[in-house]
């Protein structure tokens, strides 16, 4: 019998409520290069804003960005592999999860290279929040429906839809990554990984703090 499969249901992507966000969607057709620059240009605009890059299906509707060739992706190349995924048994959502995790370490040394580049007085890089989910899809099994209408055959026909049901689970990752700590994000299901530390020089180190003591007496003036 075929198969029918029905819209994929409600995933829980909600926007955090101290920091604004932005989404960024990592495929296998994409290229790593347009993401990170894409990445630092937005953390270089974006002070109080977070950017989560993740891995579930496409959307129409705005706020996700796919990133590959200048902006968008490469729709074809990216339909291809996920055909030869689904072969295979797999879901894009869940092949591209070690891709996402290769594009969040990347964003984040290239940012303490970009802060070393331009002296900023930062010490740390960006703080990373991981959050794993799954997507359920509803798959129904086509019953046949060429019968008697009696009672008996209703009844039948019913058994049979529901054995017919089941759920499927599609696992997916989501990476927030900010330039500021995240209290929310301690109140839900994520795990936090600490941000990495620059490593300054003699010399920096003695520009950072005679910056530092400008500043404080700039501020008792």
């Not at 002296?119 to 798959?139: F, H, S, T």
């Not at 017919?164 to 301690?186: F, G, H, N, V």
């Not at 003699?202 to 950072?208: D, P, Y």
């Amino acid at each position: 019998m075929a198969e029918r499969r029905r819209p994929a249901a409600k995933t829980d992507v909600r926007p955090l409520p101290e920091f604004e966000t932005h989404e960024m969607r990592i495929t296998q057709g994409g290229k790593i290069r347009a993401w990170v620059d894409y990445a630092l240009k937005f953390f270089e605009e974006n002070e109080e804003k977070a950017l989560v890059l993740h891995t579930l299906p496409a959307t129409n509707k705005g706020g996700s960005v796919k990133i590959g060739t200048g902006v968008d992706a490469d729709d074809d190349n990216e339909t291809d592999i996920a055909m030869k995924d689904k072969k295979k048994g797999l879901s894009p959502s869940t092949i591209t999860i070690p891709r996402l995790i290769t594009v969040a370490e990347i964003i984040k040394r290239e940012y303490l290279l970009a802060m070393d580049a331009k002296r900023l007085p930062d010490l740390v890089g960006l703080y990373q929040y991981n959050e794993m989910g799954c997507i359920e899809n509803c798959v129904e099994n086509e019953v046949d429906e060429e019968r008697d209408e009696g009672a008996e055959d209703r009844m039948k026909m019913l058994a049979e839809a529901l054995a017919s049901i089941k759920i499927e689970r599609t696992p997916y990752m989501k990476i927030t990554l900010c330039r500021k700590e995240l209290a929310s994000m301690k109140n839900r299901d994520t795990t936090a990984q600490a941000p990495l530390k620059r490593k300054l020089s003699k010399s920096a180190r003695g520009r950072l703090r005679k910056r530092q003591a400008k500043a404080e007496n700039g501020n008792r003036e």
